[in-house]
């Protein structure tokens, strides 16, 4: 569903928030989505929920969201930033309008701009509050892989960013904490989706998939513990974060672990784009 990020759990981040009590902002792009999210969070315990639609690529906007969301909530506690482009394809088996210039700007304003505009506009209520900021990343983002070589860059900026963003803030002795989760393929619905069948996830080791409620767990735990930087699944990721820097022939490794020649790779990933619904055009956002 598009609306609340489906790609790492953002609906169900929300509901882990709203069962410890907290006050909520939810923005997306579906007003629809966004006030059945509402209901189910005032249901689960939540003390306030509050909607604001926004459509985060227009990094421009974000300045007069910041308006909107204090006009609501004058002290702002977490900064989740959750939402995401998710472009899954190999970069040269991109069709030329995807190739683009424009293309990857708006997948960059998405991913990556919009999450630096946010910081940006909130730091200094952040400052005020003692507050947190939560980054969700991606083990894409640690390592290079084909497959999603687009999507990836993404991540690495992030990564590059906010870990940077980290070390500064400590240097300035900032009483705001940054937490980036380095998150793998955590099995939501919408990642289901991009299988066709079952025994295609059931392809899939079990120490590679994550588990979505684990994964809202874990973000709202974090709000307690600050840590600079957690990886989920721990065992994969961690393995795949050491993996690329101590083997020099990693590239042949992984074109080896797929199996299957670059157009057959190809027309997977076309497949699972086909079914996923976090293509560009309906691409999922959502921050609390």
């Known amino acids: 569903s598009s609306g609340i990020n489906a790609e790492y759990g953002g609906e169900v981040t929300a509901y882990k928030y709203a069962g410890a ?3 909520l902002v939810l923005s997306a792009r579906s007003l629809d989505k966004l006030q059945t999210v509402k209901n189910n969070a005032l249901e689960r315990g939540a003390k306030s929920v509050d909607i604001i639609t926004q459509d985060f690529s227009k990094t421009e906007e974000i300045g007069k969201y910041r308006e909107r969301v204090l006009a609501i909530h ?36 998405i991913n990556v701009l919009s999450f630096i505009e946010l ?24 390592i290079p892989h084909f497959e999603f070589g687009l999507y990836g860059s993404t ?4 990564n590059g960013f906010f870990y940077s963003l980290q070390q500064e803030l400590l240097a300035k002795q900032s009483r705001v904490s940054v937490s980036v989760f380095s998150l793998g393929l955590i099995m939501t619905d919408n990642m289901d989706a991009m299988f066709s069948t079952e025994q ?9 998939k994550g ?10 735990s974090a709000t307690i513990s600050r840590p600079r930087n957690v990886d989920y699944p721990i065992a994969s990721v961690k393995f795949m974060r050491s993996f690329f820097h101590f083997f020099p022939n990693y590239h042949d490794i992984i074109i080896a672990s797929t199996g ?15 079914a996923s619904k976090t293509i560009l055009d309906n691409y999922q956002v959502g921050n609390i």
Request: charged share 20%; no cysteine.
């Open 155 to 158: 991540k690495h900026a992030v």
């Open 211 to 220: 588990d979505v409620n684990q994964v809202a767990h874990i973000i709202v």
């Open 21 to 23: 009590g907290a006050k």
């Open 119 to 142: 910081t940006r506009v909130f730091l200094d209520d952040l400052e005020a509050s003692a507050g947190q900021i939560q980054v969700t990343s991606s083990v894409a983002g640690l």
């Open 74 to 109: 004058p002290t702002i506690d977490v900064l989740l930033l959750n939402h995401a482009a998710l472009p899954i394809m190999p970069w040269m088996a991109l069709p030329p309008h995807k190739q683009a210039p424009e293309y990857t700007r708006r997948i960059f304003n």
């Open 200 to 208: 295609d996830t059931q392809k899939i080791p079990n120490f590679v």
């Open 260 to 274: 299957k020649s670059y157009s057959e790779t190809v027309e997977i990933q076309q497949r699972l784009e086909d």
